[in-house]
């Protein structure tokens, strides 16, 4: 099923594939912390064209866990693209080096285009402000270790919710279960974007666009939180004014469900408090941990297949 | 002399040619536009707008005379105008009506409207396409950055207004 795939959204895939990567996920988590030798002899290419931690160490652990090689930059200053190379002469060169392509670009459909060209699997590590499928995965797993089913919950998703691309593959994610709610909650200029309302109403999917954490915050079962920019306000004064009403505080948890769960792609400035991170809701730390392992899986499947 | 009838008022029979039928009252010169007329090639054109319709209200009616139609011609219509018909004339009489058909993927003819999107980084080899979302109203999703075009931008990008 997943062998040799690209992965360009999260909407490329059914909840059964997802589950398949899951599962394989549960199995690697065993092996965090040690070597196998499944991918012996493979290499990945990592094209980070913009700058990245969290995702390109853990891809590059995962690969290296499995026994993989990894070649790649981290930025472009130092490499031909600075002097002018073509995405598409790129993502050829390292085709020719690789067996899979990790592309991390600042332009929207670099990863879709590089998949076109590239004969070796790609996977998007991020394109502008548009899709982010692995953390999106990575995001449904950590629900699914803690409830039983992502079916029937109430779900809320706060923060930049127009360019934030963490933000919007999480919301195509959910839109694959049968969520019981799902709140959307920003200031109105960074209200999710029309093309993925399109998407939620064509789903049968039932969301609301709301302007306050508070209001919603006791029926949520899963908060993922994600930053607001300073830099996306035309007008500061108006950043100081909402930024407030968009941080997760000791106190906004007053009155919350005793089961829920607080997720965030990280890194995080100010919009979750540090006082929440020793709450029981806090489950982003967990959700970081599984960086590795989710993506292990989906390495293990494209590269491997189904046999172990 | 005899009174000419509505029907003749509007439209004199051609002998050889296309009809262009059931085109949203008012966006006739577009059509035209797009096919490249400017009235300068020689051939008989007749523009009808705004004439009532069953179907529409208003329509406008474009006829054309010894001019044959191609395949992209009729892909440009149906964006421009997805109720239109399409006649062909041969010697006074009809001998083929068709509904023009909105492409579920159009590759090429249209810009993405993002400028972030890769479609529109200048040296990437990379052509533009879009998926038909919807036909009332006429939506188009990029298929690279997913970003999507009502249809007052296909017109505008279209006849270049
Ligand atoms: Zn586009």
């Not at chain 1, 607001?228 to 505080?249: C, M, N």
Request: charged share 30%; hydrophobic share 40%; proline share 4%.
């Amino acid at each position: 099923m997943w062998y040799n795939r690209d992965v360009i959204t999260i909407l490329d895939f059914s909840r059964e594939e997802l589950e398949e990567v899951f599962e394989t996920a549960d199995d690697m988590l065993k092996y965090s912390h040690s070597r196998l030798d499944i991918l012996k002899g493979k290499v990945m290419a990592l094209a980070f064209f913009e700058p990245s931690t969290r995702t390109r160490l853990s891809f590059e652990t995962a690969m290296i866990r499995l026994g993989g090689d990894v070649i790649g930059f981290s930025e472009v200053s130092t490499t031909s693209i600075a002097k002018g190379e073509t995405l598409a002469d790129t993502i050829r060169m390292l085709d020719s080096y690789a067996d899979i392509i990790v592309i991390r670009h600042s332009i929207e459909g670099a990863a879709k285009f590089a998949a076109e060209i590239a004969e070796s699997p790609v996977i998007n590590a991020g394109d502008g402000t548009r899709h982010h499928p692995t953390q999106a995965m990575i995001d449904l797993y950590t629900i699914r270790r803690n409830f039983e089913d992502i079916d029937g919950l109430t779900i809320g998703v706060l923060g930049d919710l127009k360019y934030g691309r963490a933000a919007t593959s999480f919301i195509y994610g959910v839109s694959l279960y049968n969520i019981k709610k799902l709140y959307l909650i920003s200031p109105p200029l960074l209200s999710t974007r029309k093309e993925v309302r399109d998407h939620l109403k064509l789903r049968g999917i039932a969301f609301e666009e709301v302007e306050r954490l508070d209001d919603v915050i006791e029926e949520l079962d899963v908060l993922y939180v994600t930053r607001i920019q300073r830099e996306r306000f035309p007008d500061p004064a108006e950043y100081e004014k909402v930024r407030g009403s968009y941080r997760v505080t000791p106190e906004s948890l007053k009155k919350v469900k005793r089961d829920l769960i607080i997720l965030h792609p990280l890194p995080r400035v100010d919009e979750l408090h540090h006082e929440v991170d020793r709450t029981k809701h806090a489950k982003y730390f967990e959700q970081a941990r599984y960086g590795v392992p989710v993506r292990m899986a989906l390495l293990k499947l494209i590269l491997a297949g189904d046999r172990v | 002399m005899r009174k000419p009838n509505k029907e003749e008022l509007i439209v004199r029979k051609i002998k050889d040619g296309t009809v262009i039928d059931h085109i949203p009252a008012g966006h006739a010169l577009y059509v035209l536009k797009i096919l490249g007329i400017t009235g300068r090639e020689g051939f008989r054109v007749a523009i009808v707008m705004n004439v009532d319709s069953k179907k529409l209200g208003k329509k406008d009616i474009v006829k054309i005379e010894g001019m044959e139609l191609k395949k992209e011609d009729v892909d440009k219509i149906a964006l421009i105008a997805p109720t239109a018909t399409i006649n062909i004339i041969k010697d006074y009489l009809v001998v083929s009506k068709s509904k023009v058909q909105v492409p579920n993927r159009i590759r090429g003819l249209l810009t993405c409207i993002n400028p972030r999107c890769i479609t529109n980084q200048p040296r990437e080899p990379v052509i533009p396409e879009f998926r038909t979302m919807s036909l009332n109203p006429l939506i188009l999703r990029c298929e690279y950055c997913g970003c999507t075009m009502g249809h007052d931008e296909i017109i505008r990008q279209l006849v270049k207004e």
